[in-house]
């Protein structure tokens, strides 16, 4: 019996097919990564690796396992300042 060399390789069945992440606060398996948040856009949870639980609902960094709530609030404050200096700067150039 000749093997078919175009065939497709098969895949081992026992393997998951992607990587799950494991939510660190209550060990469910199943955790999303969020395509846009309030306080991030679109960049926010890629910047920070943000995944949410879909049981527990909260949030935290894939790659360490720890909250990113330190990391929100500097983002949103850094943005709060600088929109406060572009705003000097528009009102003192006028």
Same mark, same amino acid.
């Given at each position: 019996m000749t093997q078919n060399p175009y !065939?497709?390789?098969?895949?081992?069945?026992? !393997?998951p097919l992607?990587?799950?992440?494991? %939510?660190?606060f209550c060990g469910y398996h199943e955790c999303r990564s969020p395509q846009w948040t309030i306080w991030g $856009?679109?960049?926010?949870p890629k910047l920070l690796h943000h995944s949410v639980c879909q049981? %527990?609902?909260? $949030?935290? /960094?894939r790659k360490t396992g720890?909250? /990113?709530l330190a990391w929100i609030i500097a983002i949103q404050v850094i943005g709060f300042v600088l929109g406060l200096v572009f705003a000097a700067i528009l009102f003192v150039a006028r």
């Open positions: !065939q497709s390789p098969a895949a081992d069945p026992t !393997q992607k990587p799950t992440i494991i %939510c660190p $856009g679109v960049i926010g049981r %527990c609902d909260r $949030g935290f /960094n720890r909250s /990113n």
